[in-house]
């Protein structure tokens, strides 16, 4: 089985900051990180290649220096690992990124299964996953919470969606984004660390890609941030002490009056 | 001519709440751009009553696109049929809820349409010298706000957050019309087939459709201790969720967790006890309408963001909680 795992650094979630003129996250001096919620879509290829064989290949689009999460990929036990990386795909949003991931995807040839996170830290849109199953044509299940068994090129899986768990017989090849009810992801090990050092890792460009200019990069896409602008955060609220019986109920006393007054209860 | 699209979502023939929601925010937009708001229902069951109340709750039209092999959502057959009706009628404008389908099927359509998606979006709005659409979604984990905009590209899709905005107030008297697509053979996709649900019914709770949350964390102690959570969530006719820390330990189920790697809620009424307010949970609550919090820490940074904050003991609080209001609810009978 041949399991292909896009991934994305993003700036570390405590400290983003953001150029308000282009709306591009700033990168420069910020830690950055493997999208946390991709550790679950490689922790879910990793064990599905250890029940069934195979392969797993970590995929990511971004500047050069992305190479460190591609890195660590290898070194939780990714096979190899490709960086997607032109000057043109600055600026894409989700249906540029889409395509050009779903691109270097098809340039790598034969494949079983996609596993994606369920959506990045920065962005946050979740669409990425969905965006490059449907360039690829193939079938997509997304918060998927359990993998089951593979039979005859299905595999049965679990979504988490609201109304409980919708349960799914799947062909391959398809695209999951996964949950972090999946699995608990493994640390890098000091053999992975090892061969993530000296592992070779091809860069896919727009050239070497074949892909068309006009749906690259910031001109290629439909979207554009206009305004970025920080919420209020606070909101003035109320503070009440609550340290002892007497206290305590003439705190509750208040909080009932207050919820009274915003037609809560 | 334009449109203003929603799309209707529904389940065992009933349409969802937010299903209304998207009508009142389609109706702002079509009645700014003077033009008409269609709803699409793509499902099984969903009864001509069921469709009339689109219409009367803000749409004009009504597109109705049933078969029993649309009764469950299928990303590929729903994509499949929205493709062909933006292929059809060229609407300027769809928007669907910012749910598991939704934001499934959004992304799907939209790379086949060249179309560009906003997602989870909670202020939308029409600019006035170009007619385009305005689409405001938190990102970086609700720590910013962004505009974006679609200006050369048509259709402009969004999702939007479920309970961000209110239905319109029934109105009889509207008249529209309801179309009915016929659905043939090649219109689904037959590669993924539905086996079935699973509700894990003790423990299984749909947090992001619930107008009011308690929310427990660390700070609760122990798994029995949830049950002054379950109470007080049963009395203000609630739902309880959780914060990480809550859930890693065994305490409550994953469907309960709230924050970054959780759910996104924004009910009317968020509690939340034992909960320091890490920027990870934040993320999940931001736009909560009402957030109250109940923490012995004064410097808790739950507290900060609070409208309301009690500094006390979640053990001593939550009873006294629970009983005045009881004691209010006996007043009232
Ligand atoms: C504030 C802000 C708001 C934005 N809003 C929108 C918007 O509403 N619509 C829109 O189209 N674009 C939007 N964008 C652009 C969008 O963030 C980028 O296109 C980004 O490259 C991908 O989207 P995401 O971060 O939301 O990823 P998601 O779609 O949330 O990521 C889901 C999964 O896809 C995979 N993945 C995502 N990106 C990569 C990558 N570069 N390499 C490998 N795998 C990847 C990972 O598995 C990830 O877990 C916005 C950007 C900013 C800064
Ligand atoms: C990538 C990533 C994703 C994450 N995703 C999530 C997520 O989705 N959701 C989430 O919640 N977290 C998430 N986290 C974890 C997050 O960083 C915090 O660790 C977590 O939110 C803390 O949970 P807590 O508030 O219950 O516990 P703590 O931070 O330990 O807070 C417990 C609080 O209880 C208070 N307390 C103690 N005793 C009492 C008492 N008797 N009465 C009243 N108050 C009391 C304490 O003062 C304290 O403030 C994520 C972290 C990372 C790195």
Known sequence: ?265 | MSFVWTVAEHAHGELKAVSFELLARGRKLADKLGTPLAAVVIGDQVSEARMRELIERGADKVYSVQDPRLAHFVCESYARILSTLIKTYRPDIILAAATSSGRTLMPYVAVKARAGLTADCTELDIEAETGNLLQTRPAIGGNIMATIKTPNHRPQMATVRPKSSKPLPKDTSRHGEIITIPVDDGMIDTRVSVLGYRKDAADFVNLEEADIVVAGGKGMKKAEHFSLLNNLAQTLGGVVGASREAVDRGWIGYPHQIGLSGKTISPKLYIGAGISGSIQHLAGIKTSEVIVSVNNDPDANLHKIADFAIVGDAFQVLPELQRQLKLRKGRAE
Request: glycine share 10%; hydrophobic share 45%; net charge neutral.
């Open chain 1, 1 to 265: 089985m041949r399991i292909i795992v896009p991934i994305k650094q993003v700036p570390e979630t405590s400290n983003v900051k953001m150029d308000p003129v282009t709306g591009t996250v700033i990168r420069a001096g910020v830690e950055t990180v493997v999208n946390p919620l991709d550790l679950y879509a490689l922790e879910a290829a990793l064990r599905l290649k250890a029940q069934h064989g195979g392969t797993v290949t970590a995929i990511t689009m971004g500047p050069p220096p992305a190479i460190k999460a591609l890195k660590e990929a290898v070194a939780m036990g990714c096979d190899d690992a490709v960086l997607v990386s032109d000057r043109k795909f600055g600026g894409s949003d989700t249906w540029a990124t889409s395509y050009t991931l779903a691109q270097a995807v098809r340039k790598l040839g034969a494949y079983d299964l996609i596993i994606a996170g369920e959506r990045a830290t920065d962005g946050d849109t979740a669409q990425v996953g969905p965006g490059i199953a449907s360039w690829l044509d193939i079938p997509i299940a997304t918060y998927v919470a359990r993998i089951g068994a593979l039979a005859e090129g299905r595999l049965t899986l679990e979504r988490l969606v609201e109304e409980g768990y919708q349960q799914l017989s799947v062909p391959l090849p398809a695209l999951l984004t996964v949950v972090k009810e999946i699995a608990v992801p493994r640390l890098p090990t000091l053999r992975g660390k090892k061969a993530a050092k000296h592992c070779d890792i091809p860069v896919f460009s727009a050239e070497n890609m074949g892909l068309d200019p006009s749906f690259l990069g910031l001109k290629g896409s439909p979207t554009k941030v206009v305004k970025i602008d920080a919420p209020k955060v606070t909101r003035g609220g109320k503070t009440v002490q609550a340290g002892d019986d007497e206290a305590v109920s003439a705190a509750v006393g208040q909080l009932i009056g207050f919820l009274e007054e915003k037609g809560l209860v």
